[in-house]
């Protein structure tokens, strides 16, 4: 029997652990579930969920599904702004301004620390404006789900991006001839991809759950079609948001199934090398630039003596 590693639980605590936490999740949706499927008579029944998507219902629940659309367009449109705006600025300022780190840092606690009445507050004249100019549709609120998401998907990045020696890599590639787009898509990203997805992850579930923004702003998304649903049934409304939390969970699991790194198979030889590696290596010396890189066995090509080092072997003996 082997020993127990110091400072790890024991397998009965860990199932412990991982039981109540289960249960935790479990249980609400099993209520929600059976709530579901109450039937007005009494007794248990699929009528509610018949309904959802009966074509027949499709005017009585017009602003649902038209709520469901507007939250899907707004969270890739979020994602979009988080991946092509925040992601290059976050990487640009580790780089480029390390001096102005501390400040991000501050700047991306404020949507957290400011309650979201007051950020509502704050952008009614900003939202004006924004309506006299490219018009009042609910896509502009994907802005303002922007600084809302900011917090999670800032921290979820900067803690991948300090785990991996993003400035030796990039100064590498730079050294190679590689621009800062090939840097950051070919370079930077690989070593950041869990990061990447867990802020998608919460970019997609922020955006799904957020109501007071929209409410107060006046567009129609999913949580406050949700909310006129349920003034005339419950049941549905209850079962569109039990889909919506099966449909979060489903993605989480997928994002840690592919989130890990690639694992590649060999048969009796060595790992393949790492090319942003080898280019570190090579750039900072540990390898001669004039050698050739590992081949893809692992091994380096033995090193060819130099006229100057035969020479001197007869006259140093």
Known sequence: MSARTPGRPSPAIARTVIGVIGAAFIVPLLAMLEFTLRRAEGGYGAEHWVALFDPAN????????EGVGNSALLAVLTLALVLL???PTIVLVHLRFPRLQRWLDLLTVLPIAIPAIVLVVGFAPIYRVIGQTVGSGV????????????????RAIVADLSGIDA????????????????????????????????????????????????S?????????????VSKADPFIAVAV???????VFVVLLIVSATGGPPQRRTRGRGPDPDPTAAAVAAAHGALPLNRPLPNSRGALPPLTASPSSSEEAPSAS
């Open 58 to 65: 499709e005017r009585k629940y017009r602003v649902l599904f």
């Open 85 to 87: 705006v925040f992601f």
């Open 139 to 154: 896509w502009t609120l994907c802005f303002a789900y922007g600084v809302l998401v900011l917090p999670f998907a800032y």
């Open 167 to 214: 400035r030796v890599r990039a100064e590498a590639a730079r050294s190679l001839g590689a621009g800062w787009g090939t840097v950051l898509v070919r370079i930077i990203a690989p070593g950041v991809r869990r990061g990447l997805l867990a802020a998608s992850l919460l970019t997609i579930a922020i955006v799904l759950g957020e109501f007071t923004v929209s």
């Open 216 to 228: 107060l702003l006046n567009r129609i998304t999913l949580q406050t079609a949700l909310l006129q």
């Open 241 to 247: 948001s039990l889909l919506s939390l099966v449909s």
